[in-house]
């Protein structure tokens, strides 16, 4: 593949990108030139920085609490993100097993592998970090498109227990005016836990409850998890038997472990077979109007030992090709993925299918966004999620989040208003907890706390044009959406370890508050034009600043003249937007953005067009491309809103258009 070099075994190896170096190898050892620093490795716990570490990827479900002394989560993307004098490489260590990485811990000078032998080990070519996981994600898979309700603000809790209990969730946002796209059913709308079942008691007719939440503007999403119940009278385990669907152990007899349903038998995923079976048992949820699965539990995680996963010996008989279970491991969680968002494809073929993930490998992305499973709502690990997030999305898997509010422990007011403030900037922003911790719906703490929620879900309303175009963008080329600050300054070191911050696109940098009782903060500016999202104070970067952020109103920095794509507030996606305003923070220089648009899911045609700031002396320039593409947005007004100065309605019909405007303040 273009702009990937596979790396042999043994031997001397330079790789080249032209006439420069880039990477030096003795077989699958890596060495390292001074000052060479080392980024990504998947879902990680620590901070941004991997260099000088040691990085396991083996999928586990960990005990509660994850903490920076953990290593390995749930899932396991084997990839590095190097760089050196501003310049960037990456190194993907290709094995669904085992992996150990010694990122020059042991010796400053040499990055060491430890797998099996069907490891591969390739350089993919720069030299910015776009290019990387441009081609990264050429090789190993691109985000799908998000059907735009996926965008929007979700809530789920362990569990929702009964229709009523769901109503009234639905109720509460919409009388509360909170915007809300998705509600979540756990394990316990099923009927003892067999996946694929409904209990008919809490939920007597799901089509029913589906479609009267769908009329208020409500998508339901449906957990699932690989452990098929061990029962005579269960279809899905005599149908998966009798075709001998289910992971073996040494000897040959189904293997079996004890998950929520009891004993279990484990779907043997890697089998392409296997997977269309699975798909298609999503009919009845499909039928129902579920609008997409929640993959748990898919390390797979085990209850005997508690939290332990499939021994190595295990056997996946794989349709005629068999593997131990060591070998393929850490896929395991991707394969169920991928027969989720097959079977909802095939099921569905005009809807883009919507899986959620806790575990997988490398390519993740093409199935499934991941959460980042159970983390706890504490202050540390909402500052956790930014580094947390900002590897992933070095890694390939852009479309990631982790449960806002935290899931296990009681939340408080501070800290679901904090966390609701960064998590409206996640990809996937989703409010979930754990069965007896203290609710943690928006309101659930009262005010001031409400409202600021309210408010900052109202502005994720109001970003989700300019979210959707960074997933469009995602989508082609892999460039994560919540971004470390590096991934568009690469030149600068100091925004190597600036790990407590990130921008969200390249036209907004986010620093998020992460103490209770604190209102300000330090704030890496990286070189450019920045304005204070909400006082419109002009910085110039790079610059080192003492950010004032009361409840509220968290330290948001846009990027001067790269217009921002606004909605106004809507309850829900599905209702039309009367207006787009492009928002237009001026300052020196020139600068633009795009935007995006399409019906918002399936495959019809789309359109796009570009603005572009300027600020000539006196004179800001805003000027808009004519529309391109097939798609034809609703009716609306079209407003240029320069922030400090003017709000002006814009004539037009998607043709070109050209506004100037006098700038009168000094900066
Ligand atoms: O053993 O389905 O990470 O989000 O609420 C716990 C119950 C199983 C783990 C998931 C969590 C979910 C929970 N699940």
Same mark, same amino acid.
């Given at each position: ?29 890596? *060495? ?14 620590? =901070? ?74 390739? &350089? ?92 208020? =503007? ?19 385990? &005599?149908? =998966? ?121 490398? =390519? ?92 900052? *879900? ?210």
């Amino acid at each position: 593949m273009d702009g990937v070099v596979r790396i042999e075994r043994s031997g001397r190896q330079a790789v080249r990108d032209g006439d420069r170096l880039v990477a030096e190898f003795d077989g699958y050892v890596k *060495l390292r030139p001074d000052g060479e620093r080392y980024f990504g490795c998947g879902e990680r716990t620590a =901070g941004l920085e991997k260099t000088r570490t040691r990085q396991v990827f083996w999928n586990v479900d960990p005990p509660a609490g994850h903490t920076a002394s953990f290593n390995n989560l749930y899932t396991s993307i084997p990839f590095v993100l190097c760089l050196h004098e501003g310049r960037a490489h990456g190194v993907f260590y290709d094995h669904p097993g085992r992996v150990e990485l010694d990122l020059a811990k042991a010796d400053p000078a040499r990055v060491t592998v430890s797998a099996a032998d069907e490891l591969e080990v390739s &350089v993919v070519l720069g030299p910015t970090p776009a290019d990387v996981l441009d081609r990264y994600t050429a090789l190993t898979g691109r985000t799908p498109m998000p059907p735009l309700w996926a965008l929007g603000n979700q809530q789920s809790r362990w569990s929702y227990m009964d229709a009523d209990e769901l109503r009234s969730v639905a109720a509460e946002f919409r009388a509360r005016a909170i915007p809300c796209d998705v509600l979540y059913l756990d394990i316990d709308h099923m009927d003892g836990y067999r996946v694929f079942t409904w209990d008919r008691e809490r939920f007597p007719d799901p089509a029913g409850l589906i479609a009267e939440l769908r009329s208020q =503007g409500f998508r339901v999403v449906v957990i699932t998890d690989p452990g098929v119940k061990v029962d005579e009278s269960y279809s899905l385990y &005599v149908e =998966g038997r009798d075709r001998g669907s289910f992971v073996l152990t040494r000897d040959g007899d189904e293997f079996q472990n004890v998950v929520w349903p009891g004993v279990c038998a484990f779907p043997d995923f890697t089998d392409p077979a296997v997977r269309e079976w699975w798909g298609d048992r999503h009919a009845g949820l499909v039928d129902a109007g579920v609008a997409g699965v929640w993959c748990d539990m898919n390390e797979p995680a085990l209850f005997v030992p508690w939290h332990s996963t499939m021994p190595e010996d295990a056997v996946h008989p794989g349709g005629g090709r068999a593997r131990l279970h060591g070998e393929v491991h850490n896929a395991y969680g991707s394969y169920m993925a991928q027969a989720a968002r097959e079977g909802l494809a095939r099921l569905r073929p005009d809807a883009r299918p919507f899986v959620i993930s806790r575990a997988g490998y490398a =390519g993740l992305q093409r199935h499934a966004l991941q959460w980042t499973g159970d983390n706890s709502s504490w202050w540390e690990h909402l500052w956790m999620s930014m580094p947390q997030l900002q590897n992933l999305g070095l890694s390939g898997i852009a479309w990631a989040g982790v449960d806002v509010g935290g899931f296990f422990g009681d939340c408080d007011g501070e800290l679901l208003a904090r966390w609701t403030e960064f998590g409206v900037f996640q990809p996937f922003c989703r409010n979930h907890s754990a069965m007896e911790t203290a609710p943690q719906e928006p309101w659930a703490f009262g005010e001031p706390w409400e409202s600021v929620c309210r408010d900052m *879900l109202a502005l994720r309303m109001q970003l989700l044009p300019y979210l959707y175009t960074a997933f469009e963008a995602c989508h082609r080329t892999g460039a994560p959406i919540l971004r470390p600050l590096l991934f568009d300054h690469p030149g600068d070191p100091v925004t190597y370890t600036a790990d407590d911050e990130f921008l969200v696109g390249s036209g907004l940098l986010v620093a998020p508050i992460t103490r209770p009782g604190v209102e300000h903060r330090h704030v890496y500016l990286p070189a450019g034009h920045w304005r204070q999202f909400w006082t419109n104070e002009l910085i110039e970067g790079p610059a080192h600043v003492l950010a004032h952020a009361p409840l509220g109103q968290p330290a948001i920095y846009a990027r001067c003249n790269t217009p921002i794509p606004m909605w106004p507030v809507l309850p829900h996606t599905a209702e039309i937007p009367a207006s787009l305003t492009w928002r237009v923070f001026v300052g020196p220089g020139a600068g633009s953005s795009s935007l995006y648009e399409d019906a918002g899911d399936g495959y019809g045609p789309s359109c796009s067009r570009t603005a572009h700031v300027e600020r000539d002396g006196e004179l800001v320039r805003f000027s808009l491309s004519a529309r391109s593409g097939a798609f034809v947005p609703p009716q609306r007004e079209t407003f240029v809103d320069f922030v400090g100065l003017d709000r002006v309605r814009l004539e037009e019909n998607g043709d070109a258009v050209v506004i100037e405007r006098v700038v009168t303040t000094d900066d």
